[in-house]
């Protein structure tokens, strides 16, 4: 016996699904997304697909026109804290107790990174100063694999620098043991044409706590996506982002938050700014509040502040609720000029409309770059926003 399956009626003029085609049924969700280990069951992206219609797909395709042979790991340089390093092959645990790639150069940068950095923060101790982390590329093709491990009770800081130029697929596996505080903030300063493309993955257990943090300042296309799951009773998460994209420059994060155990607690706040021609960010949020995870109390927001003309910024927040049971939910999204309210205040008291703009701006941005925690990288992050501001205004 056969059987055929009748293509569905095509209404004239109409156009098929951006999500591939006729007959086929888009993805509604971000957990609905493929995984897998292997590059090959994606597929190189087109552009039509949810996760990339958003995304300059030709300026990211030097890193999936390389093939295996040339590819070569990231440099990873890790000092300071007291912090056990080492490597993990693949197969070897935890590596992959928590990431799975969910897009083709996340899976890329499985298959061609034979050895994981592992910084592993070990069970009931408190680091007293943060891991640093410097990722480097030549420009060409590279990729890599981070392993960032908080044991039971552990607290501290791991930040990862990025700076000069890059070509680079990268994947950071984040465990937040039972108990843990973890905060890992990651900075993308790249030289002006460099591009980089990241999946965090995080799972956070039982009473633990992670806060992360994404600031992207430089580089050409910076595509960052955070995925937490809070998988234990009375986990936290704080997911907060700040960027700062200049004329020709595509800034990027997409955010997946899924409360899956009980009692958890979500807050997601990203902040971006925008000046120049073509100055381009896109930021999508997506919540996930499960049927097991009773008194949830969640909530995302994204605002974004455009200073100049031509500069577009996209922003798309969903939540998804499969349980009647919850402490709150509640997410928001905001674009907008310069707050004249504000610019008056300021003007009104003898503050230069200049000196007032760079106040605002400041002001915006400077709410999340205070959340980070650490007072040296918060005031050179300052100082960043402020030479931003000026290249602006002498262009």
Same mark, same amino acid.
């Given at each position: ?137 030549? =420009? ?120 899956? =155990? ?134």
């Amino acid at each position: 016996m056969s059987s055929t399956t009748q293509a569905p009626a095509v209404v004239p003029g109409s156009t098929a699904h951006t999500d591939g085609g006729w007959g086929l049924v888009p993805i509604q969700t971000r957990s609905e997304r493929p995984q897998s280990y292997r590059s090959a069951d994606f597929g190189v992206p087109t552009g039509r697909e949810v996760n990339w219609k958003h995304t300059p797909i030709d300026r990211l395709a030097p890193l999936w026109e390389t093939d295996a042979a040339g590819a070569r790991s990231a440099d990873v340089t890790v000092e300071g804290g007291d912090a056990s390093v080492d490597t993990l092959a693949v197969g070897t645990a935890p590596r992959g107790e928590v990431f799975t790639p969910e897009d083709y150069p996340a899976a890329l940068a499985w298959e061609r990174t034979p050895d994981a950095t592992r910084i592993r923060l070990r069970s009931d101790v408190e680091l007293s100063e943060p891991v640093v982390v410097d990722v480097a590329a030549d =420009g060409s093709a590279a990729y890599a694999h981070l392993v960032i491990e908080a044991e039971g009770n552990a607290r501290g800081t791991v930040l990862l620098r990025h700076a000069g130029p890059a070509l680079l697929a990268q994947n950071v596996e984040i465990i937040v043991r039972d108990g843990a505080a973890l905060t890992v903030v990651s900075v993308q300063r790249w030289d002006d044409d460099a591009v980089h493309a990241a999946s965090h993955q995080a799972r956070v257990d039982r009473d633990a706590s992670l806060t992360h943090v994404v600031v992207s300042l430089g580089g050409s296309v910076v595509r960052v996506n955070p995925s937490v799951e809070l998988a234990g009773a009375g986990s936290r998460a704080q997911l907060y982002g700040v960027s700062f994209s200049d004329s020709g420059q595509h800034l990027e994060s997409q955010v997946y938050l899924h409360h899956k =155990g009980p009692h958890t607690v979500g807050d997601v706040l990203y902040k971006g700014a925008l000046q120049g021609e073509s100055a381009r960010s896109v930021w999508i949020g997506d919540v996930l509040i499960g049927r097991d995870a009773v008194g949830t109390d969640s909530y995302e927001a994204n605002r974004n502040l455009v200073l100049t003309d031509g500069a577009r910024a996209d922003s798309i927040p969903n939540l998804e609720i499969e349980t009647g049971d919850i402490a709150g939910a509640g997410h928001a999204s905001a674009t907008g000029r310069f707050d004249d309210e504000q610019l008056f205040y300021l003007q009104a008291r003898g503050i230069p409309e200049a000196e007032a703009r760079r106040l605002v701006v400041l002001g915006f941005l400077g709410e999340i770059v205070q959340r980070i925690g650490i007072p040296a990288l918060e005031d050179k992050l300052i100082q960043a926003i402020e030479r931003e501001l000026e290249e602006g205004a002498a262009a």
